[in-house]
């Protein structure tokens, strides 16, 4: 078993599959002695703590800015009325989202009640999940933060670049 998986890997990080022609692994290690310096491996690591440092700011920036920015707004964070439990309802709404006549008839058969109450709980349900336009809004104002602070630090970091300039100057 050990030697067909070693064979496996051997045969897909294969140079000639991966790399040019007269190159190996070794020629673009991290601890190879070029000048230029490839990608490694442990720089992959990076982005995680990143993502956790970005989730926190988010969360906070909705707490406590976009949230109250919302309420102050005018913008309600009430969610729509909750359907009565159903699991007979609930199993077919489950199995489709979009309905026929003959399905809504034959639950209101099955339930003894009227298709209006069977169709209205089919809008109750589908209400349910759908966000709060307080949500909404936290939503897209953190986009447009996001949005704003990561073109502007593109535009800082390439300021003094001369290929921003002069689009010759790329490659």
């Known amino acids: 078993m ?11 990080w294969s140079p000639s599959v991966w790399l040019p022609p007269n190159t190996t692994w070794a020629d673009i290690s991290p601890e190879s002695s070029t000048e230029i310096r490839h990608a490694d491996h442990r720089d992959l690591w990076y982005p995680l703590p990143l993502a956790l440092v970005l989730l926190l700011i ?6 406590y800015w976009f949230a109250p920015v919302g309420l102050s707004l005018g913008i309600k964070n009430s969610r729509p009325k909750k359907a009565p439990p159903n699991p007979v309802l609930e199993k077919a709404y489950n199995q489709s989202k979009k309905w026929e006549q003959k399905q809504i008839q034959g639950l209101a058969k099955q339930l ?3 298709e209006r109450q069977i169709e209205r709980w089919l ?17 897209n104002a953190w986009r447009c933060v996001y949005y704003i602070f990561s073109f502007s630090y593109g535009i800082i970091i390439l300021w003094d670049k001369a290929w921003l300039w002069d689009i010759n100057e790329c490659w």
């Open 58 to 63: 988010r969360y906070l920036f909705e707490k």
């Open 112 to 114: 003894d009640q009227t």
């Open 123 to 139: 809008r109750l349900r589908k209400g349910q999940n759908k966000p709060s336009t307080l949500t909404k809004f936290c939503e």
């Open 2 to 12: 050990t030697s067909f998986y070693r064979r496996a890997l051997d045969t897909f």
